[in-house]
């Protein structure tokens, strides 16, 4: 490609409104413009990136079997209706306004419908179908440039089984091809599990990227043993012991203590596990809100994913108005005894089972209870694992230490079972000619997204630093034209010659431009090696070699150039 004809507007300085690194590069790369919010358009420069990622994907896909549809991003609500997203995508969701249809923020129900009438026996199966195609959802915030946009390009695969081993065969495999990609991607990247209750299970994983620009924060082993979401992250923590000293709980006396922090001054102590932390949230239902108030140790706070994958519904903390409604107290003061609500629902952490010689507030403001015994005073108490895991903590196994680290989700497989076959009625007769749900996995790479988490690892205060197969070129050839046409004579030739050995090469031939200028853009694009071809070092029969990453330079015979190329990419 000549940059002559090519389309590459390139941008001096950083766009105002970006904030991480990809967000600005990819703009100022000429690889991406902004429409409107959280939509952009791919330019040229970009389209070339993002087609190699999708090539990537559909030879892994294609090498576990995989077939390639296209459907189309438009869907009837009905069909959303049946399975009940319709109403629970909420306002995630496009809606169209003169027709009954939406954008399809996933496809597990179109995919589903064509799985419906066509893979009815255990002959047929098992299947897997993939298409690489826009995705629309409403993202309340989109940010980082395409690294959460509104409409974006995903490769979304579907499993079709008839056992539940033979899913977890199409999951593993999809597993390992996932691996491929995103190593060939040139990733640094780690697999966490992403279904609660999961130590190390895998009905659910993230293929997770660290960098700051992440919106995950990922808990890693320091053995390399344990990777997790921090949503469903497990450590390894001694239980609260009991004292079994039988004191009964009373009224303590706490004036303007609000925080735990206060409240461990004020009786003198630096164990919080003993002050027992109240979190109220609402778990709204279909006739009327329901409360839950949770129960922790001072020291930690609650995770409400964990939360929310309990009750399987979106909850939400309690306002002031209700806390004083149900507690009778502001928070600060609110404890699981003498709640003015009493048909409210107590979690505690597993940290707490059974505990005794709490301090927790007493619904009255200004009140805590001392000496509370959660086995003795509280009621049909239920005892879940709630808590965040903190960095520093020991691992699950007791051989390690755990750190937190922000990441990129790249990907995501998981095992879906029979939830969408059963509500759409995609059914199998098996060997012994008995109907069965079909059994799915669900599998999604967002392929801007891998793009942009690449840039994100790979750049310095230039540019981007393109490496491996996603390199939109392997070389960009630098003519600093000048008056003298042997410049230019010998550019062409070095572009024919390695366009005739297949390398794919940029050749930047714009004339009457600064070296400098042509310099910087070569930079900020970012490709591997730079063959460049000035009038001095001509003179000597000398072209210059540089590598982006190392900025190492050579100069070389001009015979000798193309041989020095071909060893570096
Ligand atoms: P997130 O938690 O980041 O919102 P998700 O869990 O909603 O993602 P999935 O539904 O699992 O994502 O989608 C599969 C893949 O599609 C993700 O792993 C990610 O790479 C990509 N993706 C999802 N949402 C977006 C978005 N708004 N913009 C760009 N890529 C996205
Ligand atoms: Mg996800």
New binding site residues.
């Given amino acids: 490609m000549k940059l002559s004809q090519f389309f590459l507007p390139t941008l001096k300085d950083d766009p105002a409104d970006a904030v991480v690194s990809s967000h600005k590069l990819m703009i100022r790369a000429g690889m991406i413009r902004q429409l409107t919010a959280g939509v952009y358009s791919s330019l040229p420069f970009g389209l070339i990136v993002f087609r190699k990622v999708e090539n990537i994907i559909r030879e892994e896909m294609n090498a576990i079997g995989g077939n390639e549809f296209l459907l189309p991003a438009l869907s009837p609500n009905d069909l959303w209706a049946e399975t009940g997203r319709l109403e629970d995508y909420g306002d995630l969701m496009f809606r169209i306004k003169n027709r009954e249809l939406v954008l399809c923020p996933?496809h597990e129900e179109v995919f589903t419908s064509i799985a419906k009438p066509n893979l009815i026996s255990y002959k047929d199966l098992p299947q897997v179908w993939y298409q690489i195609q826009s995705?629309f959802?409403n993202?309340e915030r989109?940010r980082a440039g395409?690294?959460?946009?509104?409409q974006?390009t995903?490769k979304?695969a579907y499993s079709f089984d008839s056992s539940w081993e033979a899913l977890d065969k199409s999951y593993s495999d999809m597993a390992q091809a996932y691996r491929n990609i995103f190593t060939r991607c040139g990733l640094n990247f780690t697999v966490v599990s992403a279904h609660s209750g999961a130590m190390g299970g895998s009905d659910s994983e993230?293929f997770m990227v660290p960098a700051d620009a992440g919106?995950?924060n990922i808990v890693i082993s320091e053995d390399g043993n344990y990777a997790s979401n921090i949503e469903v992250a497990v450590s390894f923590k001694e239980k609260v012991q009991r004292k079994n000293s039988n004191l009964n709980y009373e009224e303590l006396h706490t004036p303007y203590i609000k925080s735990i922090e206060e409240l461990a001054d004020f009786v003198k102590t630096k164990d919080k596990s003993r002050l027992a932390k109240s979190r109220v949230y609402v778990i709204p239902n279909k006739d009327g809100n329901e409360f839950v108030l949770v129960l922790l140790c001072g020291d930690d706070e609650v995770n409400e994913m964990k939360l929310q994958n309990y009750f399987g519904i979106n909850i939400r903390p309690a306002h002031n108005e209700e806390l004083m409604e149900i507690s009778g107290a502001d928070a600060g003061s609110i404890g699981p005894i003498n709640l003015k609500n009493k048909k409210i629902k107590i979690i505690a952490d597993l940290l707490l089972e059974d505990a005794d010689e709490l301090i927790s507030g007493a619904n009255k403001n200004d009140y805590h209870f001392k000496n509370i015994d959660l086995k003795r005073d509280v009621e049909n108490i239920e005892y879940k694992d709630l808590r965040s895991v903190k960095a520093g903590e020991e691992s699950i196994d007791r051989k390690s230490k755990l750190k937190i680290t922000k990441a990129i989700?790249?990907?995501?497989i998981f095992k879906l079972g029979t939830k969408y076959a059963e509500a759409l009625g995609a059914k199998f007769l098996d060997a012994e000619g008995k109907e069965n749900p079909l059994i799915m996995g669900s599998y999604?790479?967002?392929v801007?997204?891998?793009a942009a988490s690449f840039i994100e690892q790979n750049n310095d205060e230039r540019g981007i630093v393109w490496k491996g197969e996603i390199a939109p070129f392997q070389v960009i050839l630098v003519a600093l034209i000048s008056k003298d046409e042997i410049v230019k004579t010998v550019s062409d030739e070095f572009y024919k010659e390695m366009k005739s050995k297949n390398i794919e090469v940029l050749y930047d031939d714009r004339e009457g431009m600064r070296p400098g200028f042509k310099f910087n853009d070569a930079d900020l694009i970012g490709i591997p090696v730079q063959l460049i071809v000035g009038d001095k070092n001509l003179k000597e029969g000398n072209v210059e070699i540089k590598i982006r990453k190392s900025n190492e330079r050579f100069i070389v015979r001009k015979e000798d150039a193309l041989n020095k190329v071909m060893e570096l990419i």
């Fill in positions: 996933t995705k959802r993202e989109p395409v690294l959460r946009g509104r974006f995903m979304d993230e919106e995950d989700e790249v990907g995501h999604g790479i967002g801007e997204r891998t």
